[in-house]
């Protein structure tokens, strides 16, 4: 199975300032389609997750646009340009290209 | 509005079994793949199984394999788990989710507890 890593598990962040999450796969994430399935969730305490980005960079609708992912391969990030205090919450990276799909251990942000 | 609402959890002895159901609204159910995730109680998030849009394929995680049946009713607009010889460890909150490989929207969980 595909082992996604993240770092750092836990992010206390200042308001307004940035943010970084990093994602590792221990395979790439390049699917036979030429698409990396590699997705970004927020899951705020005691909500369902959502989804704020999808295949590495594209923002779903309705996300602030603070937030902002990138990467390739193995490697990729989640930005946050400039926290706010709604970003509280548990981020984790998924991997829809190789069965069975994988996530992330997640990692928790909180403001300092 | 996407809508997806879990049903069926509660509590159950080991050995034993449960129906969850999701109803969709909101969205052409019979076009697209549907998931199901859980989350163990403190734990992160594991995938469970996926059925394509006619449920013709189908994919599990290898702890559920023989054990839990994904299922759908195209005219119902309805996604099923069928979920025998439960274990402890199958205790969590189960999602429904709209996607295969991109899981764009989720229901808001139904908890599923395996205890004596």
């Known amino acids: 199975d595909v082992v996604m890593t993240q770092s750092p598990l836990s992010l206390p962040v200042t308001l307004g300032q940035p943010a970084s999450i990093s994602c590792r796969s221990s395979?790439?994430?390049?699917?036979?389609?030429?698409?990396?399935?590699l997705n970004w969730f927020q899951q705020r305490p005691g909500q369902s997750p959502r989804r704020l980005i999808y295949?590495?960079?594209n923002r779903d609708s309705g996300v602030p646009d603070r937030f902002s992912g990138s990467g390739s391969g193995t490697d990729f990030t989640l930005k946050i340009s400039r926290v706010e205090a709604e970003d509280v919450g548990v981020y984790f990276c998924?991997?829809?290209?190789?069965?069975?799909?994988?996530f992330g251990p997640g990692t928790k942000v909180d403001i300092k | 509005e996407v809508q997806l609402v879990e049903s069926g959890g509660g509590l159950v002895q080991p050995g034993g079994s449960l129906r969850l159901s999701c109803a969709v609204s909101?969205?052409?159910?019979?076009?697209?793949?549907m998931s199901w995730v859980r989350q163990a109680p403190g734990r992160g998030m594991e995938w469970v199984a996926n059925?394509?849009?006619?449920?013709?394929?189908?994919y599990y995680v290898d702890s559920v394999k023989g054990r839990f049946t994904i299922s759908r009713d195209n005219a119902e607009n309805s996604l099923y788990l069928q979920m025998n010889s439960l274990r402890a460890e199958d205790t969590a909150v189960y999602y429904c989710?709209?996607?295969?490989?991109?899981?764009?929207?989720w229901g808001q969980g139904t908890l599923v507890t395996v205890s004596s």
């Open positions: 059925i394509k849009v006619d449920g013709s394929e189908k």
């Open positions: 998924m991997q829809g290209t190789h069965w069975p799909f994988t």
């Open positions: 295949k590495v960079s």
């Open positions: 395979h790439s994430l390049v699917y036979s389609d030429g698409n990396t399935y």
């Open positions: 909101g969205f052409t159910f019979s076009t697209y793949w």
């Open positions: 989710v709209r996607e295969g490989r991109l899981l764009d929207y």
